[in-house]
């Protein structure tokens, strides 16, 4: 059984989904344009032994958000009024491609309340020049925001680049449709301004998963042109917490087989 539960978090009114009835929690953030019901196949997999508290992010599904950001406060404020509401101290976190980078910022926020991470297709394992240009610089931001307003030149770039084979198809048609309609480019602004501040400082981040013994465990796909598998051998350098798995799938990769595959390695944890 499926129940939509909210929280209230300074003036926002956030929306998640939880199933199971375990002891243990887990708190889930899905990928960019996707909602919390996108994880039904992991909460399925994993109820009744867990309770997976599926968040909708903000700007996506039921959540309703305003103009503030997701800052690191907010963001520690709901996984703990989420742990308290269900009576529990400490939790595990799983994330889908942006909503890993989430997960692994609360690890280096607040690892001591981390019993487990799960992180699939995760964006976030290597530092994004491109993201913090774009969010976090004066000309990149503009740069960026010209783009959101009139992006025929972006696509024409995009095009080229895809023709002469420097960009990918599957990345040619990723990095553009979200640029193709007007409510496309407005969530786009949106969300990448929201979550700017929730990208893991990677140094602290392994100091505390190897700090904690946390538990780790990374779900690629070896066909993957989004988050390529390269940058999950970057990360787990040196971290001997972390059961890297590369499926044979793309950056598509949460199906039954693969939350079947998840629920069968944290049980036996």
Not at 30 to 46: F, I, T, V
Not at 178 to 207: C, F, I, N, S
Request: hydrophobic share 45%; proline share 3%; with cysteine.
């Amino acid at each position: 059984m499926t129940t939509s539960c909210y929280i209230d978090l300074d003036g926002a009114r956030v929306h998640y989904l939880l199933t199971g009835t375990g002891m243990r929690l887990i708190i889930a953030f899905h990928g960019y344009g996707l909602d919390a019901a996108s994880l039904h196949l992991l909460a399925d997999a994993l109820a009744p032994g867990y309770m997976f508290a599926s968040v909708d992010l903000p700007h996506h599904g039921q959540t309703m958000w305003g103009d503030n950001r997701l800052t690191r406060h907010r963001l520690v404020t709901l996984a703990r009024q989420i742990a308290a509401r269900h009576g529990v101290s400490r939790f595990s976190l799983a994330g889908y491609s942006l909503g890993g980078r989430i997960c692994m910022t609360l690890v280096e926020l607040v690892p001591e309340l981390v019993e487990d991470l799960i992180l699939i297709a995760p964006d976030g394992l290597v530092f994004n020049l491109a993201y913090y240009l774009a969010t976090h610089n004066f000309a990149g931001r503009q740069l960026f925001r010209s783009i959101l307003n009139k992006p025929s030149g972006f696509f024409k770039l995009a095009d080229w680049l895809a023709r002469k084979k420097i960009l990918s198809n599957s990345k040619h048609k990723f990095v553009t449709q979200y640029l193709e309609t007007r409510a496309a480019r407005e969530m786009l602004g949106k969300v990448w301004h929201g979550t700017k501040d929730l990208v893991p400082e990677h140094k602290l981040l392994k100091q505390n998963i190897v700090a904690y013994r946390i538990p780790v465990y990374l779900y690629m796909g070896k066909f993957d042109s989004v988050i390529p598998v390269e940058h999950a051998h970057r990360f787990c350098r040196d971290l001997k917490t972390v059961r890297l798995e590369v499926l044979q799938k793309g950056h598509k990769i949460l199906d039954a087989q693969t939350a079947n595959l998840i629920a069968a390695q944290l049980l036996k944890s």
